[in-house]
T-cell receptor, first 113, second 114 residues
Framework: SAVISQKPSRDICQRGTSLTIQCQVD?????MFWYRQQPGQSLTLIAT?????????ESGFVIDKFPISRPNLTFSTLTVSNMSPEDSSIYLC??????????FGQGTRLTVV | AQSVTQLGSHVSVSEGALVLLRCNYS??????LFWYVQYPNQGLQLLLK??????LVKGINGFEAEFKKSETSFHLTKPSAHMSDAAEYFC????????????FGTGTSLTVIP
């Protein structure tokens, strides 16, 4: 199993600013995932972060808006850049044990005002 | 491609009544199927999963689910609902060729009425 610590747990930000979310895993993992969960909706994959390479973004998400770092096998960050109220969501960090289980951080509840 | 459909975005049951949350999947290869629960202001917690073997799987908190290949379903049940079961429930699928990626349904919000 994997235990994921994510911070901050919540934040209220001004539009036009940026927020960096940190995700720490208690073991080395190959792949880390970043999801967005908009109010009342399911999880949407933003990108997959592999150590030592550029993140792979899903359709509708771009690096300029959601830059991701993956400096080592236990840590990743997601930045939400130039925020607008439409970015208000829960952002979740995840990793998986092959295809047989996914593990999640506690989530970051972001409100943009 | 893989996808998951959860019928019913909101389900209400009385305390002590049967809980049934529906999940159907689409996959061209044998799927791995999961149910996750999300309590308010928390991340997702694994309830149970099916990968191979017995098609009736038991999870935490008295929940179970049955993989029915002929119906492409993986419905979640619990014989008797507790107030503490009120939460958001997500069905998910992955396969051996999805590169560790999971696909989630839109979620079902369970309300338990005292």
């Amino acid at each position: 199993s994997a235990v994921i610590s994510q911070k901050p747990s919540r934040d209220i930000c001004q539009r036009g600013t940026s927020l960096t979310i940190q995700c720490q895993v208690d073991s080395q993992v190959t792949m880390m995932f970043w999801y967005r969960q908009q109010p009342g909706q399911s999880l949407t994959l933003i990108a997959t972060a592999n150590q030592g390479s550029e993140a792979t973004y899903e359709s509708g998400f771009v690096i300029d808006k959601f830059p991701i770092s993956r400096p080592n096998l236990t840590f990743s960050t997601l930045t939400v850049s130039n925020m607008s109220p439409e970015d208000s969501s829960i952002y979740l960090c995840s990793t998986s044990q092959g295809n047989t289980e996914a593990f999640f951080g506690q989530g970051t509840r972001l409100t943009v005002v | 491609a893989q996808s998951v459909t959860q019928l019913g975005s909101h389900v209400s049951v009385s305390e002590g009544a049967l809980v049934l949350l529906r999940c159907n999947y689409s996959s061209s290869v044998p799927p791995y199927l999961f149910w996750y629960v999300q309590y308010p202001n928390q991340g997702l917690q694994l309830l149970l999963k099916y990968t191979t073997g017995a098609t009736l799987v038991k999870g935490i908190n008295g929940f179970e689910a049955e993989f029915k290949k002929s119906e492409t379903s993986f419905h979640l049940t619990k014989p008797s609902a507790h107030m503490s079961d009120a939460a958001e429930y997500f069905c998910a699928v992955s396969t051996a060729n999805t590169g560790n990626q999971f696909y989630f349904g839109t979620g079902t919000s369970l309300t338990v009425i005292p």
